[in-house]
Every structure is written in structure tokens, then in C-alpha cells.
């Protein structure tokens, strides 16, 4: 087992940081600088230390050869190693250690083609925006499949895919594998796991008789591959950061057989951002399917769908923001031709495409539907002229009774309880109000809809039982925008989970290796984020307090809630948002980064109210589709009614997901885990331009900088003995440089000379010795190996 440190109660303060030995500064060092123009993506500039300085400040020599002072301080000086770096593969073998040092790295790599780094267990790739050529075709499969054994160690995510695929087999203990892809959007989480997916669903196949070839339509391989452009035409869509955004977490198991063959799929999905089907912000769109059906439906399909008007011009959808061909390259997600062929490849039939496809159009002219009044807050009415069009479109497609449905959007039912007689009434809806229940109509259709696909897909792609699985998760990363709400609390709690499981996992192999060489490490040194999750999810904690407003459903209360959360949960990671924030809010510390959530508008969110009345509306349709795919809705609203308001705390938004992500984490720590993180290396979407601000902030984000750190505590230069001996024999008096004995004892005669030592004490359970001779390779701690190189310069 590994030791943690033992986890923190409520309210004691963070762990101090990682202790590490002083760093030393020698005149002719090579270092990097910060710099301070930040205005310029380069976030470290090479120099060479002049002055060793006083008062914490060292004198150093930029490359433009103008000489100045820096701090000694970490987030403005630290030591430059001497990598060939596009051939260094792994960023822990940098002979520094740092986020100057992995910059530099990625960078070079980056401008050389070479997208992908590993960071240790992790893969760390960067969007290259463009087409590599040859990086992911048949062949490469092929060259790092050879044959079941993985015989190329060189970083690429088929290189991933084919340890996990190999893992099945001689895994120790579980052979089940999981993926976890993650990084911020537009980072090319998607595009990796179809690589995953492309390579496993081929290599199983590869195995077959008929050898390597694209899987035949009929094929389970085929329909597992054909799942993707369904749920991304579903749950895809245009946004600021990327024209082709997941609007939903997914988690797809692979299911194989004993002779590691593909035999099924299942997938669970998470938090489908359902808000947009009804808002979309500034340059964003809808879901790709609007488009595809509007712009690619036959004029048959035209017009029985109502997509044009009597006088032939195409209707106008308040739901889909006018088409200016959309944010860049969103065209090419909008091919309706290919969804379809995806759905029949998944065994729908025409007539379950004909009653999607029906659903949607009618969820368009829902959201055509508008009211009005004679005066601001009087109770409103259909606009009939307007709406008539779109209320006769929206009932024929969706089977609905027109007054019914306009009934039930511009009245409220209430229900009073007076001396325990339940009385109920209907009240007039305001134009506004009966806006958001049209809206609510619409959102529950197509989440719904979502969810029943998501089904059919499983049905029809998971095997009954299965040997071993391999899962890929392809979740959002970490976020922090301007305005932050429910969606980022709720994201940034699963990076959090994600977070702590990949430290622990971390650590083992970290331990693992350093066992096998037989040297100590001291493994306390190290905190974990438990505190920061117990007061997002603990007993008393953001999520708890959440509920209880929820279940409370108080209609006006003084005390806003951010007084009552910084009341009730006392923590170092919980404050109040920082001075000169607009609205109501407060502030938690992740281990990426602060966060300052609005409470506004937040436990409406995390309610979630569906009014049931609407729900009896749609279950009243003649069409059978839609009372198929509204059902479970019902049945949820009803045992929610039948246990009264206790259990309501069990079934907000937030409370969903903790369980939905609990089973998730249950079962990915029941796997061996692999690390995907996926690098944007610009804002702008631009091939090769490499903004090294804006990457390491995202290295930082999705703990790549905290795996070099935790490295960098321990012994984060490892040579082999030869290596070792080859390069700094030099240093040893001219006579002791040929010495007799073995590789190991040489290795040993010089970092005695250099850094002096008891003799034999080198590997005794002391952690905190400077280096460590290790069975095949020497440890060095942070700064040794630089002091090395400068000894090695001044001969
Ligand atoms: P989101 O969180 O918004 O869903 P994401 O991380 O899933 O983002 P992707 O959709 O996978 O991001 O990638 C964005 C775009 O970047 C892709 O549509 C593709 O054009 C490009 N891209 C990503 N990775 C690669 C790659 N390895 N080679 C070429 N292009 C890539
Ligand atoms: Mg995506």
C-alpha cells in the first residue's frame, strides 16, 4: 500500500508545500528567466547566471546579452538543463525538472511534428491543427500493433491503446483497462478517443483470418465505430473554443472476449448541456443535428416536417441562431447523409429515423411558439398570429392536442394544502414564465431523446458478458471562466475525483519504480486534495448546502446563499469571492486553480423543476415515440411525488451526478489506469504557433506540472550507471578516472568525490540523502545534475 498522508478533518489548513533541498546558484549556471513582458506568449527566457547576488537575487545574462537581477524565487528563476529536447520522449527524464524545462520540450517536439510527450504514466498530447501525415493511418496501426507485443515504446496514443489492449492479456490480477482522456475544449479529447477506439476495434480484428482491413457494416467493430457521429450530431456543437464540442462527458467500455476480441460497447453519458438546445451565447450554435435536418432534408422531408413556409421561403427557427455558416469549420460536422448511414449502420430502422427526425423538427417549431399581453405582467396568451404555423406544426409532429399544450404553458398548477385538504388551482402564467415552460417542454424532449439513443445504442452494441473491458473516458476538463455556475462546479468536481485518483495511482508507480532499484523515498511529503472534496462533497459541504435550499424550496429569502454556505462549511478551500465581483458568489480553491462561482440562479438550476403538468401533456400524445421517451421522466417525477420532499434532496442535479461519477470512479479504480492529457497549444485554433503561457497554464490545470513536481521531490534525475560514468568521469582527479570494479562503484567514487558521503550508507532508509545508487540507475535530486554540467563546463 502506499503511504498518504493521513487525510485532513474539515477546516485544518492545506498541507505546506513539498519541502525541497535549497537550490543553489554558480556563476556560469545556465537558467531560465521569467518574463515579464506578459504580453508575450514566451513564458521563460534562456540566460546564464553572472552573480550568485545577495539579498535573493541572482545577477544573470539574457540571451539579447543584457545583464540583470532576478529573484531567486521558483516562479521567477529556475535551472536550464542540457537536453537534445525534441529526442527527450519523456518529460521526467529532463535533466531539470521544471516548467521551463517541459516548455521547451513541447515546444520542440511540437515544431518538429512530434505531437505527443509522456510525463511519466501520462501521455501528453498536443492539437496540432492539421492533419499529420501518416500519424494515424493503417500503417501505423499496424507498425505498433505488430502483432500483439508492443515492441515501439515511442509516445503515441496508439501506443497507449496497445498497452491497454495488451494489458488484457497479461495483466496481473484485473485485466480491466480504462483511458482517461481529459484536457480543456478543443484539446483533442475527442479526436484521441476515435484514434483509441480506431486502433482497438482494428487490432481485434487484425487478429482475425481476414486480416487488416476497415470493419465490414455488419460487424459489431463497425457499429461500435458508427456510435460516434450518431452521439456527436446529437450532442456536438459549435462553440467559441471549438466548432466541434462534446456537450456531454462520455465513458465508452470495450468489451472483449478471452482471445481479447471486441464483442460489444456500452456507453454512459454525463451531463448533456441541454441549455443550449433553447440558448446558444454569441457565435455559438445549436446541436449539429438542427443543422443537418435543415439544411440537408429532402423536399419531401421538407414539407412534411414544415421547414418551408406557403410561400416557399425556409422557415426561420428561433432555436437555430442565423446560419452564417457558424464558427469556422462547422460544416463539416452538419453532413445529415452520414448520421443517417451511422443510425442504419446501428441497426435503426426507417421508421425510428423517421420519428427522430419527427421529434426534432417538432422541438423547432416549439420553440417558435411566443406569447403576449395587453400589459407587462398580465396573464399572457399564445400570439396567434405568429404562432399559428408553429403550434399546428409542433402538436402534428409531436402528436400533441394544441389546447392542451397552450394551456398548459400559460397556466401554472398549484397545489395548496389548507387543514390537510389538498386543493388545486391554476394560475395565469406571465409572458416571460410561459417562455421558460415552452423551453422546459423542449429541453426535456431532447434530453430525453438523448437518453433514449444513448439506450438504443447499448442495446444494440453491448455484449450480455464479457471477459475483460477497456473504458475511455473523454470528460471536460477543468474550467474558469469569467462567469461560472452549476456546469463548471459540476465539471470541476469530477477533474477533482479525477484529480485524487490519478495522484494515487501516480504515487504507486512512482513507488513501484524506486522499490525495484531498491532505494527509499520519503512518500509523506505529499498532500492530497481529499479536504477540497470533502467540502465540495461532504457531509456539510457546497453540495449538501445545495440540496437543503433545494429541498427548502423557499420562494424569497433574505439571506443570500453564499452567506449561508461561508456560514455553515468552514474551510481553508471555500471563501468568499474576491473584492470587485459583480454578483453574489463565492470561491473555491482547486487544485487547479481558484474558482468564483455565481450563486445566482444556482439552486434553480440544481432543482432542475420539471413541472408535472407538462410532463402529462407530452405522456398524453398520440404519438407513441414520444410517450416511449417521455416515460422514464414520468416514473421519476412520480416516485419523487410518492416519497414526498425528503427524498427530493436525492434527486437534484447535483445529487445525480455525485452518483453517476461515484460508480464511475468505483469503476475506474477497479481498472489499471492510462493517461491521456490533451494540450490546446493556442487560442486561436493555428497550426503550429505554440503559446507556451496558455500551454502551461493547462499543464498546471490537468496536473502534468504537479507529476514533474512530485518527480522533482524525489529524485527527479535518474542516469543509468553507464551514462552516468561516461559523462562526468571527467570531474575525478586524472588518476581515478580509469578506475578498476564495476560500472556501479565508479558511479559511486564520483558523486563521493563531488558531493562527499559515508561509505556503504548510500541506500540506507534514508530518504533524505542527496542521491541514491539505485540497482541499475543513479538518483539525483533537483540541482545536482545542473551543478554536474557546470562542474563539466569549467574543465
Ligand atoms: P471539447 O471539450 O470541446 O469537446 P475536445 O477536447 O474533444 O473538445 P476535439 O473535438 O477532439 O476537442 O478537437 C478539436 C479539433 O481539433 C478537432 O475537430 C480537429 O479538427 C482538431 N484536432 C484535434 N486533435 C487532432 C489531431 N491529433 N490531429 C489533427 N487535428 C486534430
Ligand atoms: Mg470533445
Known amino acids: 500500500t502506499i503511504e498518504k498522508k493521513p487525510t485532513k478533518k474539515k477546516g485544518e489548513a492545506p498541507a505546506p508545500p513539498v519541502k525541497r533541498p535549497k537550490r543553489c546558484f554558480h556563476e556560469g549556471m545556465r537558467v531560465w528567466v521569467a518574463n515579464s513582458n506578459t504580453a508575450d506568449q514566451c513564458r521563460w527566457l534562456r540566460a546564464t547566471v553572472t552573480a550568485s547576488g545577495k539579498n535573493g537575487k541572482v545577477g544573470v545574462r539574457l540571451e539579447s546579452g543584457e545583464v540583470i537581477e532576478v529573484s531567486r524565487r521558483e516562479d521567477s528563476l529556475l535551472l536550464a538543463g542540457n537536453n537534445n529536447y525534441a529526442e527527450v520522449d519523456d518529460l521526467t527524464n529532463l535533466s531539470s525538472l521544471n516548467e521551463a524545462e517541459v516548455l521547451e520540450s513541447l515546444e520542440c517536439r511540437f515544431q518538429n511534428g512530434q505531437i505527443c510527450s509522456k510525463a511519466g504514466i501520462t501521455l501528453v498530447s498536443l492539437n496540432p491543427f492539421k492533419e499529420i501525415p501518416g500519424l494515424y493511418d493503417d500503417t501505423a496501426v499496424q507498425r505498433c500493433h505488430q502483432d500483439g507485443t508492443s515492441k515501439t515504446d515511442a509516445p503515441h496514443v496508439f501506443a497507449v491503446a496497445e498497452k491497454a489492449f495488451s494489458s488484457l492479456r497479461y495483466a496481473i490480477g484485473s485485466p480491466n483497462q480504462s483511458i482517461i482522456v481529459s484536457g480543456e475544449s478543443g484539446a483533442g479529447k475527442t479526436w484521441n478517443t476515435r484514434c483509441l477506439m480506431k486502433y482497438l476495434?482494428?487490432?481485434?480484428?487484425?487478429?482475425?483470418?481476414?486480416?487488416?482491413?476497415?470493419?465490414?457494416?455488419?460487424?459489431?467493430?463497425?457499429?461500435i465505430l458508427d456510435s460516434n457521429p450518431i452521439l456527436e450530431a446529437f450532442g456536438n456543437a459549435g462553440t467559441a473554443r471549438n466548432h466541434n464540442s462534446s456537450r456531454f462527458g462520455k465513458y465508452i467500455q470495450l468489451q472483449f472476449d478471452r482471445g481479447s476480441h471486441i464483442i460489444g460497447a456500452s456507453i454512459q453519458t454525463y451531463l448533456l448541456e441541454k441549455t443550449r438546445l433553447v440558448h446558444q451565447a454569441d457565435g455559438e450554435t445549436n446541436f449539429h443535428i438542427f443543422y443537418q435536418i435543415v439544411k440537408e432534408a429532402t423536399e419531401e422531408q421538407r414539407a412534411e416536417w414544415g421547414l418551408t413556409t406557403h410561400t416557399g421561403d425556409d422557415v426561420i427557427f428561433a432555436y437555430l441562431p442565423l446560419d452564417d455558416g457558424g464558427p469556422q469549420g462547422a460544416n463539416e460536422n452538419q453532413v445529415f447523409s452520414r448520421t443517417q448511414q451511422a443510425m442504419e449502420n446501428v441497426g435503426m430502422t426507417h421508421m425510428h429515423q423517421e420519428h427522430i427526425f419527427q421529434v426534432l423538427s417538432g422541438i423547432l417549431h416549439l420553440g417558435n411558439l411566443?406569447?403576449?399581453?395587453?400589459?407587462?405582467?398580465?396573464?399572457?396568451?399564445?400570439?396567434?398570429?405568429?404562432?399559428?404555423?408553429?403550434?399546428?406544426?409542433?402538436?402534428?409532429?409531436?402528436?400533441?392536442?394544441?389546447?392542451?399544450?397552450?394551456?398548459?404553458?400559460?397556466?401554472?398548477?398549484?397545489?395548496?394544502?389548507?387543514?390537510?385538504?389538498?386543493?388545486?388551482?391554476?394560475?395565469?402564467?406571465?409572458?416571460?414564465?410561459?417562455?421558460?415552460?415552452?423551453?422546459?417542454?423542449?429541453?426535456?424532449?431532447?434530453?430525453?431523446?438523448?437518453?433514449?439513443?444513448?439506450?438504443?445504442?447499448?442495446?444494440?452494441?453491448?455484449?450480455?458478458?464479457?471477459?475483460?473491458?477497456?473504458?475511455?473516458?473523454?470528460?471536460?476538463?477543468?474550467?474558469?471562466?469569467?462567469?461560472?455556475?452549476?456546469?463548471?462546479?459540476?465539471?470541476?468536481?469530477?477533474?477533482?475525483?479525477?484529480?485524487?485518483?490519478?495522484?494515487?495511482?501516480?504515487?504507486?508507480?512512482?513507488?513501484?519504480?524506486?522499490?525495484?532499484?531498491?532505494?527509499?523515498?520519503?512518500?509523506?511529503?505529499?498532500?492530497?486534495?481529499?479536504?477540497?472534496?470533502?467540502?465540495?462533497?461532504?457531509?456539510?459541504?457546497?453540495?449538501?448546502?445545495?440540496?437543503?435550499?433545494?429541498?427548502?424550496?423557499?420562494?424569497?429569502?433574505?439571506?443570500?446563499?453564499?452567506?449561508?454556505?461561508l456560514a455553515a462549511v468552514e474551510s481553508p478551500f471555500l471563501t468568499k469571492a474576491p473584492m470587485g465581483h459583480q454578483q453574489s458568489a463565492f470561491t473555491i480553491k482547486h487544485f487547479a486553480g481558484m474558482v468564483t462561482y455565481d450563486s445566482h440562479g444556482l439552486i434553480e438550476k440544481t432543482k432542475d423543476p420539471i413541472p408535472m403538468e407538462l410532463i402529462e401533456v407530452l405522456m398524453a400524445s398520440t404519438n407513441q415515440f414520444v410517450t416511449k421517451i417521455i416515460q422514464p421522466e414520468q416514473e421519476r417525477l412520480q416516485e419523487l411525488q410518492s416519497k414526498g420532499s425528503k427524498s427530493k434532496v436525492?434527486?437534484?442535479?447535483?445529487?445525480?451526478?455525485?452518483?453517476?461519477?461515484?460508480?464511475?470512479?468505483?469503476?475506474?479504480?477497479?481498472?489499471?489506469?492510462?493517461?491521456?492529457?490533451?494540450?490546446?497549444?493556442?487560442?486561436?485554433?493555428?497550426?503550429?504557433?505554440?503559446?507556451?503561457?496558455?500551454?502551461?497554464?493547462?499543464?498546471?490545470?490537468?496536473?502534468?506540472?504537479?507529476?514533474?513536481?512530485?518527480?522533482?521531490?524525489?529524485?527527479?534525475?535518474?542516469?543509468?550507471?553507464?551514462?552516468?560514468?561516461?559523462?562526468?568521469?571527467?570531474?575525478?582527479?586524472?588518476?581515478?578516472?580509469?578506475?578498476?570494479?564495476?560500472?556501479?562503484?565508479?558511479?559511486?567514487?564520483?558523486?563521493?568525490?563531488?558531493?562527499?558521503?559515508?561509505?556503504?550508507?548510500?541506500?540506507?532508509?534514508?530518504?533524505?540523502?542527496?542521491?541514491?545508487?539505485?540497482?541499475?540507475?543513479?538518483?539525483?535530486?533537483?540541482?545536482?545534475?545542473?551543478?554536474?554540467?557546470?562542474?563539466?563546463?569549467?574543465?
Not at 545508487?773 to 562542474?791: A, D, M, N, V, W
Request: proline share 4%; net charge negative.
Open 201 to 223: 476495434t482494428s487490432v481485434a480484428l487484425y487478429k482475425n483470418p481476414g486480416g487488416f482491413s476497415p470493419p465490414p457494416v455488419k460487424c459489431i467493430e463497425r457499429r
Open 370 to 565: 411566443e406569447f403576449t399581453c395587453d400589459e407587462e405582467f398580465d396573464p399572457c396568451e399564445l400570439d396567434e398570429e405568429v404562432s399559428r404555423d408553429s403550434l399546428e406544426h409542433a402538436c402534428r409532429l409531436l402528436g400533441l392536442d394544441p389546447t392542451s399544450l397552450t394551456t398548459s404553458l400559460i397556466y401554472r398548477r398549484i397545489t395548496a394544502s389548507h387543514n390537510k385538504r389538498q386543493s388545486v388551482f391554476m394560475k395565469p402564467c406571465s409572458v416571460e414564465e410561459s417562455g421558460v415552460r415552452r423551453d422546459c417542454v423542449s429541453k426535456v424532449i431532447y434530453a430525453r431523446l438523448f437518453d433514449w439513443l444513448v439506450a438504443f445504442l447499448n442495446k444494440h452494441t453491448s455484449a450480455n458478458q464479457w471477459h475483460a473491458f477497456i473504458g475511455l473516458l473523454d470528460i471536460y476538463g477543468f474550467e474558469s471562466f469569467a462567469s461560472n455556475s452549476l456546469e463548471q462546479l459540476c465539471i470541476n468536481y469530477a477533474n477533482e475525483k479525477l484529480q485524487q485518483h490519478f495522484v494515487t495511482h501516480f504515487l504507486r508507480a512512482q513507488q513501484e519504480e524506486y522499490e525495484k532499484e531498491g532505494i527509499s523515498w520519503d512518500f509523506c511529503t505529499f498532500s492530497d486534495n481529499q479536504p477540497c472534496l470533502e467540502t465540495i462533497e461532504g457531509k456539510l459541504s457546497v453540495f449538501s448546502l445545495m440540496n437543503e435550499e433545494c429541498r427548502l424550496n423557499r420562494q424569497s429569502d433574505p439571506t443570500s446563499f453564499e452567506d449561508k454556505l
Open 650 to 795: 436525492n434527486m437534484t442535479v447535483v445529487s445525480r451526478f455525485k452518483e453517476s461519477l461515484g460508480s464511475l470512479m468505483n469503476t475506474l479504480t477497479s481498472t489499471t489506469p492510462h493517461y491521456i492529457r490533451c494540450i490546446k497549444p493556442n487560442q486561436q485554433c493555428q497550426p503550429d504557433l505554440f503559446d507556451s503561457r496558455f500551454v502551461a497554464s493547462q499543464l498546471r490545470a490537468c496536473g502534468v506540472l504537479e507529476t514533474v513536481a512530485i518527480s522533482a521531490a524525489g529524485f527527479p534525475s535518474k542516469l543509468s550507471h553507464a551514462d552516468f560514468c561516461q559523462r562526468y568521469s571527467m570531474l575525478l582527479p586524472r588518476k581515478d578516472r580509469n578506475g578498476m570494479g564495476s560500472v556501479r562503484d565508479r558511479c559511486r567514487l564520483i558523486y563521493r568525490s563531488l558531493f562527499g558521503g559515508d561509505d556503504d550508507k548510500e541506500n540506507q532508509a534514508d530518504s533524505s540523502s542527496a542521491q541514491q545508487l539505485g540497482k541499475t540507475k543513479i538518483f539525483l535530486r533537483e540541482g545536482q545534475l545542473e551543478y554536474l554540467e557546470s562542474q563539466r563546463l569549467k574543465k
